[in-house]
């Protein structure tokens, strides 16, 4: 092997000293595919995946809206050397838990198997990425992401935050659908799908990344043997940090809905921002899921179905995001507690007690995590995208219990919780029910009655 390889040891984070040592390691093949892994010998298995840089932010040109997840489908319908049918088979075969997603800004094939199947699970999962693309496949396809696209959009909760995305992020590929559009989707031809494989799918803009009990030598050998002549091609992308220039209304009603959906969002950091785990645990405080400010103030007085805030970092940008859901007469009064604990987080900070606490859950969550091999394959490829360093889980863990109450302060001074809000409203309330101009609403009849 090259001397490229980087080894890091460490302890895993099972809280006793006779834990089993683990690796963290680093290999990069001369086409620029990066490889990470995490060893954890306590496992009988291992998660291992790909990780394209590449999701619905990399569709600029409209004609191919929706490419990116359109071609993770694709890439299960066969290759040179296997059809649809040879890969499932393979997996089953294997007793493998497999599945692929495609998001705004990444798009992952993976695999859980027992440590044995390494080399099976490597062979499939590399075969897979260079896919046959087949026309007829691609027709057949193509009808399926269609009904994808319809039943999306019988998804109140869905079809509100993709309209928020569209608003704030208008005029950039960031607010772009993952699935793309009906006519964009109908007239993608496969040429232009096999073009962007060729340009996105580029060793140098891809990860292999696996966490379990393997051998890492084997995994090197494994890789080169695979991927080792992929030609090289795009790597990363044009990633501006974007932000909204002023405050912006969006009033989309629904008359037959029976609940109202609300989402305010604001500008915040981006997931390479230094001050992410601050931003995070400021997140936590004030819209977690329970015991946050939110919590008690709507949701514990009974005021919404769903009132919570968290933080959605991207590349070089990112945004904070506050999500109500509740009966129409009660969505006015709630949005605008949620405006005022915006302003009261934002003049008062944060004290010592709710940050204790919010540290408390994160790290517990950290820790949790750790001990999954899928969890750590994940987070071994999202760290080295932003920070191009693999972080162990007591670094991690030492990073949010720096956080001071200073920290939050210092991000709320950079990016204020009440500047520039985006606010889309999804349901039955008209703008006049918001105190807002009949120029922010449009109205979408549906034929049946829509409910959550």
Not at 37 to 42: I, R, T
Not at 49 to 55: A, I, L, P, W
Not at 231 to 252: F, L, N, Q, W, Y
Not at 357 to 372: F, H, I, M, N, Q
Request: glycine share 6%; aromatic share 8%.
């Amino acid at each position: 092997m090259s001397d490229t390889t980087n080894i890091s040891e460490t302890l895993t984070q099972n809280g006793n000293n006779g834990a089993t040592p683990t690796k963290l390691l680093h290999h990069t093949l001369p086409n620029g595919l990066q490889i990470l892994g995490q060893q954890m010998p306590d496992l009988e298995s291992i998660s291992v995946c790909f990780h394209v840089r590449t999701g619905a932010r990399d569709e600029h040109d409209p004609a191919l809206f929706g490419v990116s997840h359109f071609l993770e489908h694709m890439v299960f319908k066969g290759t040179a050397r296997r059809s649809a049918e040879d890969i499932t088979l393979d997996f089953n075969t294997m007793g493998a838990e497999f599945n692929a997603f495609t998001s705004i800004e990444q798009t992952v094939y993976y695999a859980r198997v027992l440590g044995e199947y390494l080399p099976r699970a490597v062979d499939l999962l590399s075969d897979m990425m260079r896919p046959r693309l087949d026309e007829q496949d691609f027709n057949m396809e193509r009808n399926v992401i269609l009904e994808e696209i319809a039943r999306s959009e019988d998804v109140p909760t869905s079809q509100a935050y993709r309209k928020l995305l569209q608003t704030y992020f208008e005029g950039y590929s960031l607010g772009h659908e993952v699935l793309g559009t009906r006519e964009s989707i109908r007239d993608l031809q496969v040429e232009q799908m096999r073009a962007y494989h060729a340009r996105r799918y580029s060793p140098n803009n891809m990860i292999l990344a696996i966490a379990g009990n393997f051998d890492w030598q084997q995994l090197l050998a494994l890789a080169e043997e695979k991927c080792g002549a992929w030609a090289t091609g795009e790597e990363g992308r044009d990633a501006p940090e974007i932000a909204p220039a002023h405050s912006m209304e969006k009033v989309i009603v629904k008359p037959k809905q029976k609940q109202q959906i609300a989402l305010l969002a604001w500008p915040s950091i981006s997931f390479q921002d230094k001050d992410l785990y601050a931003a995070e645990l400021a997140a936590m405080i004030l819209g977690d899921g329970t015991g946050s400010r939110l919590f008690w103030n709507i949701f514990q007085k009974g005021l919404a179905e769903t009132a919570v805030a968290s933080l959605s970092p991207f590349d070089n940008t990112g945004m904070m995001v506050a999500f109500i859901s509740t009966t129409p007469d009660h969505a006015p009064g709630v949005l605008e507690l949620v405006r005022a604990e915006l302003k009261n987080m934002q003049e008062d900070g944060v004290q010592e007690d709710e940050l204790r606490r919010a540290k408390d859950k994160l790290v517990s969550r950290t820790v949790l995590d750790g001990e999954s091999a899928f969890s750590r394959m994940q987070d071994l490829a999202y760290t080295w995208v932003a920070e191009r360093r693999l972080r162990t889980i007591e670094e991690e863990m030492a990073e949010i219990e720096r956080v001071t109450v200073q920290d939050i302060r210092r991000v709320l001074d950079r990016f204020p919780y009440t500047d520039r809000h985006v606010l889309t409203t999804y349901g039955p309330l008209e703008a006049a029910a918001f105190g807002l101009s009949s120029e922010t609403q449009t109205t979408e009849n549906d034929e049946a009655e829509v409910t959550e």
